[in-house]
């Protein structure tokens, strides 16, 4: 299999309201859609979606779309490929930008699946036919959040995230649970905190938290090592992981019970397929996150969540629960906190190449 063209579209989705975390507030969400074209007449779709702004990766969009054009388009189109391992031989020259690569690396992926006649989900040996749902509540005030969770539970979503930061965190996890009682409950707290809040810490500890996650810097895993000893609620990691290798060290070190893995975030599916195998080698849980990307990477979630060490609900609200619109005919819909992993051909999705269109900001044809 050959890619002989890509056109690389930059598209900006409003979002239903703003959505704030430790880092900020974002009111628009820009992201990176790539359509790849084989010489077989084949047309595989991907999204890389990092950030606008570099707060939470140092990748941003417009780094991305550089580093399409300039660096990885040249690498890929025209060459041979036989399976995803060959595909991302193609690039390994290239350090980090797993954003970037993500999105050539997901529409190969799609691509492979429909030379073999199989879903993407088959084709990453997924097991599930469903998966649980979790939700993720930003930042806000406490009728707003309280909202949204009594909302979230009304429609049976199998766990709430709650963004904390420092001066917004432990009198609200006591609300909440004072308000809701024992629901599946954990904290996200994006890198905002050091081991000078482990008192803290130690308080969280006694709400039964299902996880914290990424308490500490993003680039961390000896003080999240020496936080975990301290506390019996278990670590996420999710910043701190952007590859296999990452894991490994994480593991060998005890500085978490569980990943967070991203696909865009450690480069792709393969390498989340990587990250897994070695998690469930070790007992450690894995679950899937999100970007709030468009329903493509979204589509793409779904099959790597398919998997079976993925053992916690993921973040998988429906994209038109945070955006105005969404680039497929028909997305994915949530029952009772329960996603169907497409059994299609392929994404298991049609595209709305139209509304790509429409919402384009940029386009780079290579």
Same mark, same amino acid.
Not at 195 to 214: C, G, H, P, S, V
Not at 297 to 323: G, H, K, V, W
């Given at each position: 299999m050959t890619i002989i063209s890509a056109t690389v579209y930059q598209i900006d989705i409003p979002l239903r309201q703003p959505f704030?975390?430790?880092?900020?507030?974002?009111?628009?969400?820009?992201?990176? =859609?790539?359509?790849?074209?084989?010489?077989?007449?084949?047309?595989?779709?991907?999204? #890389?979606? $990092?950030?606008?702004?570099?707060?939470?990766? $140092?990748?941003? %969009?417009?780094?991305?779309?550089?580093?399409?054009? @300039?660096?990885?388009? $040249?690498?890929?189109?025209?060459k041979e490929f036989q399976s995803i391992e060959d595909f991302n031989s193609l690039y390994q020259s290239i350090k980090g930008n797993y954003f970037a690569k993500t999105g050539f690396e997901t529409a190969a992926w799609m691509l492979l699946a429909l030379e073999r006649n199989v879903s993407i989900s088959q084709l990453i040996g997924g097991t599930k036919k469903q998966i649980e749902t979790g939700i993720s509540v930003g930042i806000g005030s406490v009728s707003e959040i309280f909202d949204k969770i009594e909302t979230g539970l009304a429609a049976g979503t199998k766990r709430i995230k709650l963004k904390i930061r420092p001066d917004w965190d432990l009198e609200l996890v006591k609300q909440v649970r004072t308000t809701f009682g024992d629901i599946p409950l954990m904290v996200d707290?994006?890198? #905002?905190?050091?081991?000078?809040?482990?008192?803290?810490?130690?308080? !969280? @500890?006694?709400?039964?938290?299902?996880?914290?996650?990424?308490? !500490?810097?993003?680039d961390d895993i000896i003080d999240h090592s020496v936080l975990q000893q301290k506390l019996e609620t278990p670590i996420c990691l999710d910043e701190s992981i952007s590859s296999v290798e990452d894991a490994r060290r994480a593991i060998y070190l005890k500085a978490c019970k569980i990943i967070n893995i991203k696909p865009g975030r450690v480069g792709g599916l393969l390498e989340t397929?990587? =990250?897994?195998?070695?998690?469930?080698?070790?007992?450690?849980?894995?679950?899937?996150?999100?970007?709030?990307?468009?329903?493509?990477?979204?589509?793409?979630?779904?099959?790597?969540?398919?998997?079976?060490?993925?053992?916690? $609900? #993921? @973040?998988? @609200?429906?994209? !038109?629960?945070?955006?105005?619109?969404? %680039?497929?005919?028909?997305?994915?819909?949530?029952?009772?906190?329960? %996603?169907?992993?497409p059994a299609e051909t392929g994404l298991g999705f049609m595209i709305d190449e139209e509304k790509i269109i429409h919402y384009t900001t940029q386009t780079l044809r290579l």
């Open positions: 704030t975390t430790s880092f900020g507030t974002i009111t628009t969400r820009p992201t990176i =859609i790539v359509k790849a074209e084989t010489s077989d007449g084949l047309i595989g779709w991907g999204e #890389a979606a $990092p950030l606008a702004f570099p707060i939470y990766k $140092p990748e941003t %969009v417009a780094f991305a779309m550089i580093t399409l054009q @300039d660096y990885l388009a $040249p690498l890929i189109l025209g707290a994006n890198s #905002a905190y050091t081991l000078a809040d482990i008192e803290l810490f130690k308080k !969280l @500890d006694t709400y039964r938290l299902l996880m914290i996650e990424q308490p !500490l810097a993003d397929k990587k =990250i897994h195998d070695l998690c469930q080698q070790n007992n450690v849980g894995v679950w899937c996150g999100g970007m709030m990307e468009s329903g493509i990477a979204r589509a793409f979630n779904i099959a790597t969540a398919s998997q079976t060490n993925y053992i916690y $609900p #993921a @973040d998988m @609200d429906e994209t !038109l629960s945070y955006f105005t619109d969404d %680039v497929l005919h028909t997305g994915y819909h949530i029952a009772n906190g329960l %996603v169907e992993v």
